[in-house]
């Protein structure tokens, strides 16, 4: 954040030495002041406005006086505080009170704009949909209205992150990993229809000019002037460079034009019978190997399946190379006699790359090995299945059959936050129903036995929800064959 004069940034650091809880500090709150003709160098906002926990700059008022913040400053819950200006820095933090605010991820990802009064942030709420959503807060006769959630439009399945406001406050930018784009987190943009925060336009990837296959945040324009700044890992030594934008004039029109021009493309590409047009198929090659010898599998089938079914062999390397059309999402099936199959779904749906390489690890058939079931979902907080997860349990039933003497063990787990118990009955839950799910299709339950484990065997960090996800797995393995 740049205050309203444009003479002092404002970043959040996390895992410096500096910082208030050390390296393990999920971030402070550092900044920078503009010397005339570049920023000087970065410095701690000190113990005031600091602690252990996760702190952040999220807005000003106009005058500057006032400052706005990610953290309550009180451990026992998250929430935004308010700090005003003093003769010698910033006063200690007041707690705002937003009823009904509520946030299970350890980041407050916010953005506050006093020229609509709005306070929008990214959090894992009470209604949220996907592992963060947008929320917005409106300060109304002095009070802070509960959170609204922006909806479908803008929210997925997955993540959306960081969300700032345009200076009028009529559009929205963020962060998003749900959504087809460059690379992990892409920034988009969508212009708000009413005031109901909860109808907007079709958000619109803000392009190359911006979006890598790295992981872009925090896009933020700077008042008084023609820039923008956010966040970038693509070739960062750490975890996020800041980075100026320049927009080029009419920058969204052009943008929202392309994407308008991508959707008639699409719909002429389903009319059209045969695709014959090279530009309108999408490559996709690869490898398949053995996953303990790493030797290379020939004659192996590659399945896509959509409406229309496309299938690949693998060569004497290993490799395959196949095009079909890039107007569907696809299940790919990777079968080998002696192996545990491959499952995964490719959504192709996109002009903005034209090709993808796919390899694939086929484990053989043998007691110990494990298959995470990375396609099987469940609804937020429930043991029931998301019908998405269909595809790959039916393959599961499929290798069952086709290999009548092998027997599995199922295993579910969670992420380490919440009550452990509460986890580990989950988890258990989460197997059973899994188990009755193969029942159902006519696989034998003295063949399925199955165990859960909670949040007690991570397979990764659980300190971010990026890798929280990996951990909140369903797997099988093998133990009989």
Do not use: C
Not at 40 to 69: C, Q, T, W
Not at 177 to 185: A, I, L, V
Request: no cysteine; charged share 25%.
């Amino acid at each position: 954040m740049i205050t309203p004069d444009g003479k002092v940034m404002y970043f959040t650091v996390a895992g410096h030495s500096s910082n208030i809880g050390g390296k393990k500090d999920l971030g402070d709150i550092w900044y920078s002041v503009w010397l005339g003709d570049q920023w000087g160098p970065a410095v701690h906002g000190g113990k005031v406005i600091n602690d252990a926990g996760y702190d952040a700059v999220i807005g000003f008022s106009h005058d500057g006086e006032r400052m706005f913040l990610a953290n309550n400053y009180n451990a026992a819950k998250q929430g935004i505080a308010l700090s005003r200006k003093t003769g010698d820095g910033w006063s200690a933090p007041e707690f705002i009170r937003i009823p009904y605010f509520h946030n299970r991820s350890p980041y407050t990802l916010a953005y506050f704009s006093t020229t609509v009064e709005a306070l929008v942030f990214s959090g894992e709420s009470f209604t949220t949909v996907g592992a963060e959503d947008i929320y917005v807060s409106l300060l109304e006769q002095g009070q802070w209205t509960e959170p609204i959630n922006l909806g479908p439009r803008i929210n997925t399945s997955h993540q959306e992150w960081a969300p700032s406001l345009s200076a009028d406050g009529k559009t929205l930018y963020f962060s998003s990993n749900g959504r087809r784009g460059y690379g992990s987190f892409d920034i988009f943009f969508s212009e708000r229809l009413d005031d109901t925060w909860t109808n907007w336009t079709v958000p619109v990837n803000m392009g190359a000019n911006i979006n890598t296959e790295g992981r872009e945040l925090y896009y933020r324009t700077v008042p008084g002037a023609k820039i923008a700044i956010y966040t970038s890992t693509q070739n960062s030594d750490g975890l996020g460079d800041i980075k100026v934008f320049s927009p080029p004039p009419n920058l969204k029109d052009s943008l929202i034009a392309q994407k308008l021009d991508t959707v008639v493309q699409l719909v002429e590409i389903v009319r059209e019978k045969p695709i014959t047009a090279e530009e309108k198929l999408f490559r996709v090659y690869g490898r398949v190997t053995d996953a303990k010898t790493g030797s290379p599998l020939r004659g192996v089938s590659i399945v896509f399946k959509s409406d229309s079914t496309f299938s690949a062999t693998t060569g004497r390397n290993g490799e395959y190379d196949i095009k079909f059309p890039s107007v569907n999402e696809y299940s790919v099936n990777v079968e080998e006699e002696g192996y545990i199959g491959n499952f995964e779904k490719l959504d192709v749906r996109t002009y903005e790359m034209n090709s993808l390489e796919m390899n694939f690890k086929l484990q053989p058939i043998e007691i110990g090995a494990t298959v995470n079931l990375k396609s099987v979902l469940f609804q937020q907080s429930t043991p029931n299945l998301l019908p998405e997860s269909n595809d790959e349990l039916d393959q599961v039933v499929s290798f069952l059959k086709t290999n009548p003497k092998v027997e599995i063990e199922l295993s579910g787990h969670t992420d380490n936050r919440g009550n452990p118990e509460h986890n580990k009955n989950l988890s258990e839950k989460r197997v059973q129903t899994v188990k009755a799910y193969l029942v159902s299709k006519g696989i034998s339950s003295r063949r399925i036995s199955g165990k859960g484990y909670g949040g007690t065997k991570p397979i990764a960090d659980n300190r971010t929800e990026e890798t929280r996800r990996l951990n909140r797995r369903v797997e099988f393995t093998i133990v009989k064959d």
